[in-house]
């Protein structure tokens, strides 16, 4: 299937490894010019240069390395990227914990990081969107955002806050072609998965390795998803053929999440 964005621009954040990495590739398959954005620059530079590797000449593949939650992050990000045709939000989650422990310090970065700056890059990026009359915003949130998970209670509040504000203004935005939409992960090999699995182990005084068995094999797929199944799914949202798709919170997860809707 021809997903018809083939030239145009993403800013992909979080894009050095994992699910930010599978939707900067998924989309520069499909022929987007790609910015990566990360902190580490060594990574940064490795995955771009493999993305490259892929995709030939082409295909513009650009990374900038910075703390995307700061205003002067997001300045150097939009700097190299100023109008974006697709935006896919992605930062790494807060710890996770015990609430007794957390001050108002951990909850305002948790809010920096999960919900503020996703909703920064949207203010710089949406109104040039709708003026070009084609828009697509993903925000990787996380499958805990309809199933809350007890330990990851920052990353909990600041996603449902986020997913909040997305309900609201993606309804006044498709009328010019532009939609938002949140991509919610359930279990994936990530580096953020194995260090949810490492608190858990510590709480229980379980092996870690047994716990990630048991969550693997109690999926009804028996496994976690791929990066690159990922990658897809987000390529295929920032689709000309997704337009109709606006506003949903859509879970990928295995059928993991036990609720009708």
């Known amino acids: 299937m021809d997903l018809g964005i083939r030239g145009k621009r993403a800013l992909v954040g979080g894009a050095s490894k ?13 022929g987007v010019h790609v910015t990566l954005v990360a902190r580490n620059a060594a990574n940064l530079e490795a995955t771009v240069q493999q993305i ?7 295909v513009e593949v ?11 992050g ?71 955002v309809k199933a809350p998970i007890d330990i990851l209670g920052l990353s909990n509040g600041a996603r449902t806050g986020l997913t909040g504000f ?13 939609t938002i939409n949140n991509l919610l992960p359930g279990p994936f090999e990530t580096d953020r998965l194995r260090a949810t699995f490492e608190a858990a182990a ?17 999926n009804p797929a028996k496994r976690f998803v791929t990066v690159e199944e990922f990658g897809a799914t987000c390529a295929f949202l920032c689709s000309i053929h997704a337009s109709y798709i606006n506003g949903q919170n859509i879970l990928l997860d295995g059928g993991a999440y036990p609720g009708t809707f």
């Open 18 to 30: 994992g699910l930010g990495r599978g939707c900067a590739e998924a989309l520069a398959k499909e």
């Open 52 to 58: 490259r590797a892929q995709v030939g000449s082409a």
């Open 62 to 72: 650009n990374f900038v390395a910075t703390d995307i939650t700061t205003a002067e």
């Open 74 to 144: 997001r300045k150097q990000v939009l700097a190299a990227c100023p109008d974006p045709d697709i935006l896919v939000t992605n930062a790494g989650g807060p710890p996770p914990g015990d609430f007794r422990n957390w001050e108002r310090e951990h909850w305002i970065a948790a809010l920096d990081a999960n919900m503020l700056t996703p909703i920064e890059l949207i203010r710089a990026t949406i109104d040039g969107m709708m003026a070009r009359g084609f828009g697509r915003v993903i925000n990787i949130t996380s499958g805990a």
């Open 166 to 178: 997305v309900a609201g203004l993606s309804r006044t935005v498709a009328h010019k072609n532009v």
């Open 202 to 218: 510590k709480a229980t005084g379980q092996e870690i390795e047994t716990l990630i068995a048991a969550r693997r094999n109690g």
